[in-house]
């Protein structure tokens, strides 16, 4: 968990009792470092609410095809930590190539403008005068040998 910036110390010992505020915390840290954009239920006061995070956890995290069982994560035990350690593996990788690859995970020069319909259809629009363009050139070539001949 040090090794991808996570704050407090953790250790076996943290889960020799259950500590599902600790596993809640860990778990939506890293969420929020996965996608800082996504909107978790983080209140864990009743069993209601611990159901309810776990499932906007796994649920999210099912959708990027990290498969977590939120059973281990609810009892919040030494499986838990098993659990937890899949998806630091994930974020540690994922720290690892941005290390590896310097302009990797700066996107700051492609955001999207507002009117992305009216660029989607000029996109459309200069796609398909692209492939007419390279249908005239390859007919014209096809016809080339015939006309080298003739020179």
Same mark, same amino acid.
């Given at each position: 968990m040090r090794r991808i910036?996570?704050?407090?110390? +953790?250790?076996? @010992?943290?889960? =020799? *009792?259950?500590? #599902? @505020?600790? %596993?809640? /915390?860990?778990?939506?840290?890293? %969420?929020?470092?996965? /996608?800082?954009? %996504?909107? &978790? $239920? /983080?209140?864990? @006061?009743? @069993? *209601? $609410?611990? &159901?309810? #995070? +776990?499932?906007? &956890?796994?649920?999210? +995290?099912?959708?990027? /095809?990290? $498969?977590?069982?939120?059973?281990?994560?609810? =009892?919040a035990n030494g499986l838990a930590v098993k659990e937890l350690s899949k998806f630091a593996n994930i974020l540690q990788k994922a720290i690892e190539y941005a290390d590896a690859y310097p302009g990797a995970g700066n996107f700051e020069e492609f955001k999207l403008e507002k009117n992305i319909r009216s660029d989607a259809r000029k996109l459309s629009l200069l796609s398909r005068e692209i492939i007419e363009l390279g249908t005239k050139i390859h007919s014209h070539l096809d016809g080339e040998t015939e006309n080298r001949s003739t020179r």
């Open positions: 910036g996570y704050p407090r110390l +953790l250790s076996m @010992e943290n889960f =020799a *009792q259950p500590n #599902f @505020e600790l %596993v809640a /915390d860990a778990l939506f840290w890293m %969420v929020k470092r996965y /996608d800082p954009t %996504v909107n &978790v $239920h /983080d209140s864990i @006061e009743t @069993e *209601q $609410h611990r &159901v309810k #995070f +776990l499932l906007d &956890v796994t649920t999210f +995290l099912r959708k990027n /095809d990290i $498969h977590l069982n939120s059973k281990s994560l609810y =009892a």
